[in-house]
């Protein structure tokens, strides 16, 4: 049985601490801080800290990796085409990796940074995945590294997983990312009931995560440039045509960046 739990770092960031309740082993998912997780280790002490997953290596997500790997032994496995600091398994696009008894699917997520990974189970009674930067609920990452084409690409791939699974990424940016939602399909019900939802959660100063890849898909306008009305706004946007839908995506994250 795994227990998924969100360690706030820094403004905006969460730490994701799996738990395997049964043998008291747990793992966490890009601590860009060491701290929190060394507090949850000091007020567990009967807990293990077996695996450390890194998506990408910004620092928001691997400064606290050192610190975690010196002090607890925990393994560290991370992006092969990255350098992540302390790693000892390099992951590669397609790789499996055991994870407290579980088997996770590597996932490259090139677009935010070019080696960039995500990792996904289906192994779970809910299948769930670990996307880092790439995929925000309602939203995407900047593209720091790759090209809109790469980004759309990564999207998309994740939009093709089961809608049950559970997405787990890595900062709390779900109300800015839906007023933009709002701004692109202002008569969508789905987003216009999400936003709604998620005002209250953050008003109580609630987590609005883990999103599902259904959800994203019913409100995630990243997810949607097929959609007639989502190319429209990109066209109305651009003052063009986009003829595809990865130059739709273009657009789409060009309007986000200064909105």
């Not at 990255?82 to 590597?106: C, K, M, S, T």
């Not at 609630?206 to 009305?229: K, M, Q, V, Y």
Request: some cysteine; proline content about 6%; hydrophobic content about 40%.
């Amino acid at each position: 049985m795994i227990q998924i739990v969100a360690l706030p770092a820094f403004s905006d960031n969460y730490i994701w601490l799996l738990q395997d309740t049964a043998n008291r082993r747990c793992a966490v998912v890009d601590p860009g801080d060491a701290a929190p997780v060394l507090k949850w280790l000091g007020d567990n002490p009967d807990w293990v800290l077996e695996d450390i997953l890194v998506t990408h290596h910004h620092n928001d997500h691997v400064g606290g990796v050192e610190a975690l790997k010196q002090t607890t032994g925990a393994r560290v496995c991370g992006p092969a085409h990255e350098r992540i600091p302390a790693r000892d398994l390099a992951l590669d696009d397609n790789a499996r990796v055991q994870v407290l008894g579980l088997e996770f699917e590597v996932l490259a997520m090139p677009g935010h940074t070019l080696g960039h990974i995500a990792y996904y189970t289906g192994q779970t009674p809910t299948p769930l995945l670990f996307c880092g930067d790439t995929l925000f609920a309602a939203g995407c990452g900047r593209l720091f590294e790759g090209t809109p084409e790469q980004m759309h690409h990564s999207l998309q791939r994740l939009a093709a997983l089961p809608e049950a699974t559970e997405v787990y990424c890595a900062h709390e940016y779900t109300l800015s990312n839906l007023r933009f939602a709002c701004a692109v399909e202002p008569q969508n019900p789905h987003v216009r009931q999400r936003f709604e939802d998620v005002t209250r959660l953050r008003a109580d100063n609630r987590i609005s995560l883990p999103s599902t890849i259904g959800l994203e898909r019913l409100t995630n306008p990243f997810l949607r440039t097929a959609e007639t009305f989502v190319k429209q706004k990109a066209d109305e946007w651009k003052g063009h045509s986009n003829p595809s839908q990865a130059t739709v995506f273009a657009a789409l994250r060009s309007w986000k960046d200064v909105f």
